[in-house]
């Protein structure tokens, strides 16, 4: 498969003899190009669909990218902590080649510690059975899907300097420089691997919705740093902020309110810092809770985010997945050390 990019939009070859299919610009909306420590990725939505084409090379990033740029869509680049962007329908392994790059599927290393984060993360097993997975949630928006390492955006361009707003209200909120900020800020470490969960729904609590990503650092040092940043007292407020605003910026929800601390309380013992605030979703008529929690052990680093209905009655609930997800990474963490 082959994708050819220029001035008139893209050009997408497949097929023995290829089968040419091109989209002008004009009808190509949210198109990202993210860059990884292995390789980069062109996102985009044509005809309300959701496509990927990946490549372990960044050899044409910089011509690619002045592209994208010149068409209005966004330029992402690495850090520690992946944030939003990332609302994918379908994906799609392809290539890009012609007069851009030559793309191919980057695959997986087959790593131990790629399987081990992955395996950390929420599954059906861990639910009860009023549960099941969708592919349509606002929750896409906070929770990109797995990558060989963590993104961020670069400070370019008009979408660019939305994103840049929420950093900066998150930075004044924790009382931190962006130079010292691990969480979205130039300190933040980029992860060797990063995975995240199915979606998952249920009409329990009045309505709830799942996500959660995990990611593995090279040294539980790096871990051990965030953790300190996190471990500020204003962390769970802010943090669930940051995330309200991205939902209020990139999938039209509402101003955010009533946000308070959630320290989950968990039968395994462990890190884990949390915030809630209460906001509005296009389509649903009622005020919904984003729950947002951090939870950290040896070389992993989990990130459990929740839509629900009722708060704080699916506070226990969502303890014990914090705990569940504890104890994985506190086994796991073990054998990677």
Known sequence: MTLLADDSGLTQLAGEPAVAWQTPWDEISNVQLLRFARGMALFATIGGVR??????????????????????????????????????????????????????????????????????NLTLKDLPRTFFTTGVTSLETLFPPSTPAAVTT?????????????????????????????????????????ETSQFFTSKDFGGIQLASTAQYYSTPVKVEKDTAEMTKQPFGNCFVE??????KTYAQGSAFSDTTTYRPKTYEKGWSRGGVTTLTLPNINRPLHLVMVEITSGHYEVTMGALVAKWPETKPFISNLVSTLLARMKSTSSAAA
């Open 51 to 120: 496509y990927c084409w990946r490549t372990v090379s960044r050899r044409d990033y910089d011509q690619l990218s002045n592209v994208v740029g010149a068409h209005g869509g966004l330029v992402v680049r690495q850090r520690r902590r992946a944030a939003a962007y990332a609302v994918v329908a379908v994906v799609l392994v392809a290539s890009l080649a012609g007069g851009i790059a030559a793309w191919f599927s980057s695959g997986t290393s087959g790593a131990q510690e790629e399987a081990s984060a992955n395996a950390i």
């Open 242 to 247: 940051s995330q309200a605003l991205i939902l």
């Open 154 to 194: 670069t400070t370019t361009g008009p979408v660019n300097a939305k994103f840049e707003k929420i950093i900066k209200a998150f930075d004044a909120c924790m009382g931190v420089s962006n130079a010292k900020d691990r969480v979205y800020g130039k300190a933040g470490q980029v992860p060797v691997y990063q």
